[in-house]
């Protein structure tokens, strides 16, 4: 059983940053692959980025690709995710999942585990 708790979020003017965290415990994360997801208003939930905690091999959405900045901290089992140029649609609530591995990264319903979410507000 692993428990997920995300922080970080909030409102800001497009072009800004913002880092989100995740705090992840209840397990030994070495096995474990580590997704962060958001959902907008009427939209489905969608994959963004996540990372293999084993070794940091990371991947990303398409379209946060350069922008997004994915990492895990091994001292604290926390998993960052930077967030840099700001568009409006980037807007949505920001969840952190995990599942052990391997799995495809970017399928939500291969995840076991999922945090509250975290409101990204991102102002025009």
């Known amino acids: 059983q692993v428990q997920l708790v995300e922080s970080g979020g909030g409102l800001v003017q497009a072009g800004g940053s913002l880092t989100l965290s995740c705090a992840a415990s209840?397990?030994?994360?070495?096995?474990?692959?580590m997704g962060w997801f958001r959902q907008a208003p009427g939209k489905e939930r969608e994959f963004v980025a996540g990372?293999?905690?084993?070794?940091?091999?990371?991947y990303y959405k398409v379209s946060v690709k350069g922008r997004f900045t994915i990492s895990r901290d091994n001292a604290k089992n926390t998993v960052p995710l930077q967030m840099t140029s700001l568009l409006p649609e980037d807007t949505a609530i920001y969840y952190c999942a995990s599942v052990r591995g391997p799995v495809v990264f970017s399928t939500s319903k291969n995840y076991d585990f999922w945090g509250q979410g975290t409101q990204v507000t991102v102002s025009s």
């Open positions: 209840g397990s030994t994360l070495s096995n474990y692959v």
């Open positions: 990372v293999r905690w084993l070794d940091g091999y990371t």
